[in-house]
């Protein structure tokens, strides 16, 4: 027990400076996302190539692992869904849930548009170009079919993440798409098992068996997002007695964990119960605050779990099938990119949009490795078709994040209809001239600290000029500082327009205490005196 | 919710001695006091001068609303006081004021003492509720117009 504990540690430690050290090289010099590093060096280190090189007595750093199809050891890889789990939490709390709610609807019409094109395509050119394959229902080309369907989320994720386009309209559609994708592959490969079976050991096809899968799976979906929905206001609300932060983000990722866990218990994966509570939290005040903190935990675990994705790249296995597996990854890549693409021109994006939609569900990872790893223990395929399968998570992954980078650069948006909600028309702003930049930030940052005195949640937002969100409830307020003309600077708030008298009443008390400053400032008689005492000590023999 | 959970008959004074701003804080404070809401009444007091003298809270159409933040309550208190024939507060008009509406908030306790106040700017910003109150005879007509 120890000796496998103390292996897990030299590998974790392994991971992840090489990854952090890729992954730093790929957005630094070949800006590329990170992501990428972090996958490549998971290949690079890992069983089927530098890890398999034992070093002295101490054997391979990370042997082959032969009886299972995951080709690392058991407590590796549970690392590595904790980063998953951590991902898609943090995922889910950086989207903003009304306009994920507004997008479902055309979610799930480019979800299915991508499940239906990449399962056909799949399963048809399997029968097509492979010889052993007689009939388009053979559990072969099936599991194959059922290969192409899965969007990895956590690819998707990653990327919009990184490059802050998570909460716009496609960037919510691709979200809430591949949320969806998963489980409709989940159900899916219900049916595959089940029709697979019935193909190899005969007898008949159990339906209902399949059916209660199905239904279980779509039920506990459903059911989460609206029990989640109602319940994390009142649950926000009732944790902020405690007035710890720390204590709310920590008790909220138990809940994703617990979620999770409950989330394959229904037959999905784990990471759609991270997902959900991440984005019942979202609406809530708080979740700016505890993203920030899981962002920061999340970057020493989310790295292990994509360099693990990495590592179950086999070189060997694809030998045998390169050509087959390269036409495959293609028709899987196009399965997607005109399965969704096409169906989001019917749903009221612009080309542009389509374009970021179908490369967004282009990436493949972990529930294509469930699928292929559920086909190859039940003998429905063989190694060579498990290679086929990684080859084109792989061929997608690695092509889809330039691609997907490229394709949301410019800032027009893909959707045809303006974004704005109907109550941002009666948001007023309430503006504050300073004669320099450097007393309106001063301003500012005591301005700021009365509204986390009133009970507000404060975080910075990138944007062109430095800008704050304040939230409480529903009471969202918007801070910028705006460079007027020489160096004068204006603060200005957003607000709504039931809200505005609180916010001048707030400005003006920060501003009675910034005076109240100002003079005990002018008032200091000895600071050249304090600043000379300064000087003299440091020429002060000892 | 919160007025109702803040305010109540014994915090209500219509026709306030007072003459002066000091005065009038004085007998706002003794309100609190008398409801065993306030600690050192004197602490208070320099408090609320402190924060006066940063600048005036007599705003426009006779409303004044002197607050502050001081160790002497334990959870945000408020009481209001009437003088119809008004007193200087150094308003921003120049006008003399004749609604005084007290807010008092523990230091360094997080809470929504600013949204207290502006939840009640809200009502007194309309000039119905203003003339209603000027016009009271009773506390209950006072506290009817705050939806009490």
């Known amino acids: ?542 | 919710m919160r007025l109702k959970n803040t305010l109540n008959p014994n915090l209500v004074k219509i026709g306030l001695e007072g003459t002066g701003k000091e005065e009038i804080i004085r007998e706002l404070l003794g309100l609190l006091k008398a409801d065993g809401k306030l600690g050192d009444i004197e602490k208070a007091f320099a408090d609320v001068m402190e924060r006066e003298a940063k600048m005036s809270t007599g705003i426009q159409h006779g409303v004044a609303i002197p607050h502050a933040k001081t160790s002497e309550v334990k959870e945000l208190v408020a009481c209001i006081g009437i003088k119809k024939e008004g007193v200087d507060f150094a308003s921003l008009d120049g006008k003399p004021s004749e609604l005084f509406i007290m807010t008092l908030s523990p230091k360094d306790r997080i809470g929504p003492h600013v949204q207290f106040l502006a939840e009640i700017s809200r009502i007194i910003k309309k000039e119905e509720a203003r003339t209603q109150l000027l016009e009271a005879t009773t506390v209950q007509e006072v506290l009817s117009v705050f939806g009490l």
């Open chain 1, 1 to 542: 027990m120890s000796e496998r504990m103390m292996v897990l540690v030299l590998q974790l430690g392994v991971i992840l400076i090489v990854s952090k050290f890729v992954g730093y090289v790929f957005s630094r010099y070949l800006r590329q996302p990170k992501v990428l590093g972090e996958l490549v060096a998971g290949m690079l280190i890992g069983p089927y190539l530098l890890g398999s090189i034992p070093l002295g007595s101490f054997g391979p750093l990370f042997p082959l692992i032969t009886d299972s199809t995951i080709p690392v050891s058991a407590e590796l890889y549970a690392i590595s869904t904790l980063g998953s789990i951590f991902l898609l939490f943090d995922s889910g709390l950086e989207t903003d849930l009304p306009t994920f709610l507004r997008f479902s609807g055309k979610a799930t019409v480019v979800g299915f548009g991508g499940v239906i094109l990449s399962f056909l395509l799949g399963d048809g050119i399997t029968y097509l170009l492979c010889s052993d394959v007689h009939s388009v229902l053979a559990p072969e080309a099936m599991f194959l079919g059922t290969v192409c369907t899965a969007t990895s989320i956590g690819i998707t994720a990653r990327i919009l993440g990184e490059t802050k386009k998570i909460g716009t309209p496609e960037g919510v559609t691709i979200m809430a798409a591949a949320v969806l994708d998963d489980v409709i592959s989940i159900v899916l490969l219900s049916v595959v098992v089940g029709v697979a079976s019935v193909e190899m050991n005969g007898g008949a096809i159990q339906w209902s068996v399949i059916g209660s899968v199905a239904v279980r799976a779509i039920a506990f979906w459903l059911a989460c997002m609206v029990a989640g929905i109602i319940i994390a206001p009142f649950y926000t609300k009732g944790m902020k007695r405690f007035h710890s932060l720390p204590l709310i983000s920590e008790i909220s990722f138990g809940i994703a964990l617990l979620l999770a866990g409950f989330s394959e218990m229904a037959g999905l994966a784990m990471i759609i119960g991270a997902y959900i509570t991440g984005l019942a939290l979202s609406q809530t005040d708080v979740a700016h605050s505890i993203s920030t903190r899981m962002q920061s935990v999340g970057e020493f675990f989310v790295p292990v779990f994509f360099a693990v994705m990495g590592m179950m790249v086999n070189f060997d296995a694809l030998k045998s099938v390169f050509g087959f597996a390269l036409i495959f990854s293609l028709i899987a890549f196009l399965g997607k990119l005109l399965g969704c693409g096409l169906p989001s021109l019917l749903v009221g994006f612009n080309l542009r949009g389509a374009l970021r939609i179908g490369t967004g569900m282009l990436p493949r990872g972990e529930v294509t490795l469930i699928v292929a790893g559920i086909g190859l223990a039940s003998g429905a395929i063989a190694h060579d078709m498990f290679g086929v399968a990684v080859m084109t998570m792989l061929v997608a992954s690695i092509a889809a994040p330039p691609l997907l980078i490229e394709a949301f650069k410019g800032g027009e948006s893909g959707y045809r209809k303006s974004l704005q909600r109907p109550e941002q028309k009666d948001r007023v702003s309430i503006e504050l001239e300073f004669p320099t930049t450097r007393i309106a930030e001063f301003f500012t940052e005591s301005l700021i600290a009365s509204f986390i005195q009133e009970g507000f949640f404060t975080s910075s937002i990138e944007s062109v000029d430095p800008t704050w969100q304040i939230r409480k409830e529903n009471t969202v307020l918007l801070l910028k500082l705006l460079k007027g003309k020489e160096d004068s600077c204006m603060v200005s708030i957003g607000c709504g327009a039931e809200d505005q008298d609180f916010v001048r009443l707030m400005m003006v008390d920060a501003m009675a205490d910034f005076s109240d400053f100002a003079q005990t400032v002018s008032s200091m008689k000895n600071e050249e005196m304090m600043s000379a005492k300064l000087l003299m000590q440091m020429f002060d023999e000892a």
